[in-house]
C-alpha cells in the first residue's frame, strides 16, 4: 500500500551488519583480522547484483483486438514462452526466447474481457445478432477478413463506440468475471518466487476519440486480493476514460483489500499531446495539486519504449540530439483519425514531460512527472519478443511472413503504419534483490528500474556529490554507489558542504549475444530562474579515439552491418564502459533532472532478418540498422 517509503539506501546498508564468528583461542576473530562484513564481497550486503529482466505488457488472446488478429495462445502458453519453452506461434512458426526473462506482466485489455471466449463458442448472445454474427464469422474465417474485423473493432472503439451491444462485455457478468479469474489462476499458477515471477495486471484501454491514455495496472498482490474487485473499464456508468477515476479505483481496491498496485502510462506518442499536459488535462478540468499528487502517487514508472514507437524523445523537441529520431511513430493517434501537429509534440514524450514535471511542481507543489523508465513489447502475440533477429510483431496479422514489412498494420484514409514500422521494442530491466513479486514491485515503486530497446545491456547509474574513480574501478561499484548517493530513480542528496557540483558514475556492460557499446550520454533537463526549461545532452564516455569535432559532437562510430547477410562484427566498440561525470554546468539554484543514454553499435534491423531468412521484399524507405539503447530512470535535483 502506498504508505509505506522507499529508501533503497538506508534498506540495503541495513543489511550489511557483521558477520558473527567464534573467536579464536586468543581472542581474536575473523572480523578482526579483516575488517569489515565478510570476505566474500557479495556477502551480507542485500543490495540487487544483476537487473532482472521482464515484460510489462503482453497481451494473449484473451484481449479482443488480440483474438480479432488471429491470436490463440492464452495466458499459460505465455508465461511458459516467457520462461523459455518453445511454443507453436499462431501462425505456426516454433517460436522460443534466446533467453527465458525473468518476469511478466500479462496485461490483456478490461475492456471487453470475454468477448472472444464467446465469439470463439459461437456463442448464441453472439451469433443471433446480425452485427455479431457478422463480426464473428470473419473472424473465423481468419486472413484478410480476420484482419479487417480487428481494424473494425479497434477504430469502433477508438471512437468510443460500439459495433453492437452484443459485443460489449460489461465488468461485473458471468463472461467477464469468469475470464479475469482464468488470468488471476494461470497467473498464480506460473509463479515461482526465486526463479520466475508472473503478475497479475490488465491494461485500462482509455480513448478519447483515438487520443491514446492507455495504463497498464499491475498488481503486487497474489489472487486472494486481486480477485475481490473487477478491473476497471472505461465503459460507463462503472468505468470511466479519465485517469483520474483510474487512480480513484486504485484507492479503492487498496483500502478494501489492503492490497497494492500500481498504474503504467504508454504510448504517449498516439496521445496526440495529451498525455503530459501542462494546463489543463483533456477535459479542460485545470490541472491543480490533486492531480499531481495523485498522478504522482499512482504512476512510478512510464513505458518508454514498445512495438508502436519510440517514446524517449523527437527530433522537433530536442534539434541539438542527433539520436532523437529513433523510430518515431508520429504519423496521428492510435487509430489515426486525427493527424499530428507539431504543437501535440511537447504532450507526448518521457523527456519533454520530465522537463514539464519541473515547471509544475514550482505551481503545484509536487512534481506529477516525476517517473522512472522501462520499456515493454504491447505485443499481442502472447510472444514477448523485443530482439530484433526473433521478432513476432506487434499482433499475430504481424507475425513473420514474406510480406508482412507491407502488411497494414493501422490505417485511416490515406494514411498507413505498414508493418516495416513496428518496432522490435522493448524490455523492463529491475534492479531487485531477489526475484519475487514483492521485490520486484518494490523496486519499481521507488523508480529503481530502466528501459531499453530489446537489448539485455546491464546498467548502473548514480548520483552523488563524491564518487570518484577509484569507486568505479572497484569492480563492485554498487557499494559505493549506494553508500555515497542515489541510485537512479532517486533524489541527489543534500550537497555537503564546500560541494561544487553533483557527480554521477554510469557504468553499462554489453548483451553478451548483442552488439558492443558505442559511448554513453547523461541527458539533463532543467528549469532556469524564469521558468523555461531546457535540455542537454553530454557524451560522458565512448569507445575508441574518436574526439568530438568543433560543435563539440562526438563523431558515428562506423558501422559493420553486412545487411546482405544479416549479420554484423563486434570489432569495433567496447564490451564495458563507465566514468564517474561532473556537471561542468550545474547551477545550485535551480532544479534539474539527469539520467543515462547508452547507445550500442549499429546492428542489422529486424526488417533485414525477415529479408535474408524469408525473402522479403522491403520498401525503399526501410531502415536496415538499429543502434540499441538503454534509458535509465532519471535522477532529481531539487534546490535546498
Known amino acids: 500500500m502506498k504508505h509505506h517509503l522507499f529508501i533503497a ?150 471512437r468510443g463506440e460500439v459495433i453492437s451491444p452484443a459485443l460489449a462485455i460489461e465488468a461485473g457478468s458471468k463472461p467477464f468475471r469468469s475470464v479475469w479469474q482464468r488470468q488471476i489462476e494461470a497467473a498464480e499458477e506460473a509463479n515461482e518466487p526465486g526463479l520466475f515471477t508472473s503478475f497479475i495486471g490488465y491494461e485500462w484501454t482509455s480513448l478519447i476519440q483515438g487520443a491514446n491514455m492507455h495504463r497498464v495496472v499491475m498488481y503486487r498482490d497474489g489472487g486472494d486480493k486481486a480477485g475481490m474487485i473487477d478491473p476497471f473499464t472505461t465503459e460507463a456508468p462503472f468505468g470511466s476514460i479519465n485517469p ?65 514507437g519510440d517514446g524517449e524523445t523527437h527530433p522537433f523537441l530536442s534539434p541539438n540530439d542527433e539520436f532523437a529520431d529513433y523510430e518515431t511513430w508520429d504519423k496521428g493517434n492510435l487509430n489515426l483519425s486525427e493527424l499530428k501537429t507539431d504543437d501535440m509534440l511537447a504532450g507526448e514524450y518521457a523527456r519533454e514531460g520530465l522537463k514539464t514535471g519541473l515547471m509544475l511542481e514550482t505551481s503545484l507543489g509536487t512534481n506529477p512527472y516525476k ?60 534492479w531487485a534483490a531477489e526475484n519475487t513479486r514483492e521485490a520486484i514491485f518494490d523496486a519499481m515503486e ?70 558492443n557499446l558505442d559511448r554513453i550520454q547523461i541527458v539533463k533537463g532543467w528549469m532556469d530562474a524564469e521558468g523555461e526549461t531546457h535540455e542537454q545532452v553530454y557524451d560522458v564516455v565512448w569507445a575508441g579515439d574518436r574526439q568530438p569535432d568543433s560543435d563539440g559532437k562526438l563523431p558515428a562510430i562506423g558501422s559493420t552491418v553486412d545487411v546482405e547477410r544479416a549479420t554484423w562484427t563486434n570489432s569495433i566498440g567496447q564490451a564495458e564502459m563507465g566514468t564517474v561525470w561532473s556537471d561542468p554546468d550545474f547551477d545550485p539554484s535551480q532544479s534539474a533532472f539527469y539520467y543515462a543514454r547508452v547507445i550500442e553499435i549499429p546492428t542489422p534491423r529486424w526488417t533485414v532478418y525477415d529479408a535474408f531468412r524469408m525473402g522479403a521484399s522491403l520498401p525503399e524507405e526501410t531502415p536496415t540498422e538499429t543502434q540499441e539503447r538503454a534509458y535509465t530512470s532519471p535522477i532529481w535535483y531539487t534546490p535546498g
Not at 20 to 33: C, M, R, V, W
Not at 250 to 263: I, S
Not at 463 to 480: E, Q
Request: aromatic share 10%; proline share 6%.
Open 9 to 158: 539506501t538506508a534498506l540495503c546498508l541495513s543489511a550489511g551488519l557483521a558477520l558473527a564468528f567464534e573467536p579464536s583461542p586468543d581472542g581474536s576473530t575473523l572480523t578482526d583480522a579483516f575488517p569489515g562484513k565478510s570476505y566474500s564481497p557479495y556477502a551480507q550486503r542485500g543490495i540487487p547484483d544483476r537487473p532482472l529482466w521482464g515484460d510489462t505488457h503482453l497481451h494473449t488472446s484473451t484481449s479482443f483486438d488480440a483474438g480479432a488478429f488471429g491470436n490463440r495462445l492464452d495466458a499459460r502458453a505465455a508465461y511458459r514462452f516467457a520462461k523459455g519453452q518453445e511454443v507453436q506461434a499462431t501462425t505456426g512458426f516454433m517460436a522460443r526466447l534466446s533467453r527465458p526473462l525473468d518476469w511478466l506482466v500479462v496485461a490483456d485489455h478490461s475492456d471487453n474481457m470475454g468477448l472472444f471466449d464467446l465469439i470463439f463458442a459461437q456463442d448464441p448472445s453472439i451469433m443471433s445478432d446480425p452485427e455479431g454474427n457478422r463480426i464473428a464469422t470473419m473472424i473465423a474465417n481468419g486472413g484478410e477478413e480476420g484482419v479487417a474485423a480487428a481494424l473494425e473493432l479497434i477504430d469502433t472503439y477508438s
Open 244 to 308: 483520474r477515476d483510474l487512480w480513484n479505483w486504485m484507492a479503492n481496491y487498496e483500502e478494501v483489500t489492503r492490497g497494492d498496485v500500481l498504474a503504467i502510462a504508454h504510448n504517449g506518442n498516439l496521445s496526440n499531446g495529451i498525455m503530459f499536459p501542462e494546463t489543463a488535462q483533456f477535459d479542460g478540468r485545470e490541472l491543480d495539486a490533486e492531480y499531481a499528487e495523485t498522478r504522482a502517487l499512482w504512476e512510478p514508472v512510464y513505458e518508454a519504449t514498445q512495438i508502436k
Open 371 to 430: 517517473f522512472g523508465m522501462v520499456g515493454s513489447t504491447d505485443s499481442h502475440t502472447s510472444l514477448a519478443t523485443a530482439q530484433e533477429d526473433n521478432f513476432f510483431g506487434k499482433h499475430s496479422g504481424a507475425e513473420p511472413n514474406p510480406q508482412r514489412p507491407e502488411h497494414i498494420v493501422a490505417q485511416f484514409g490515406d494514411v498507413q503504419v505498414l508493418g516495416w514500422e513496428m518496432v522490435a521494442s522493448g524490455l523492463a530491466a529491475v
Open 446 to 515: 521507488r523508480k529503481e528500474v530502466y528501459a531499453t530497446t530489446g537489448s539485455r545491456m546491464g546498467v548502473r547509474f548514480f548520483g552523488g556529490w563524491d564518487y570518484t574513480m577509484d569507486d568505479l574501478t572497484s569492480r563492485t561499484p554498487a557499494s559505493a554507489g549506494y553508500a555515497k548517493g542515489a541510485p537512479m530513480g532517486g533524489d541527489l542528496p543534500a550537497a555537503p558542504e564546500g560541494a561544487e557540483a553533483p557527480s554521477f558514475m554510469v557504468y553499462a556492460l554489453k548483451d553478451p549475444i548483442g552488439g
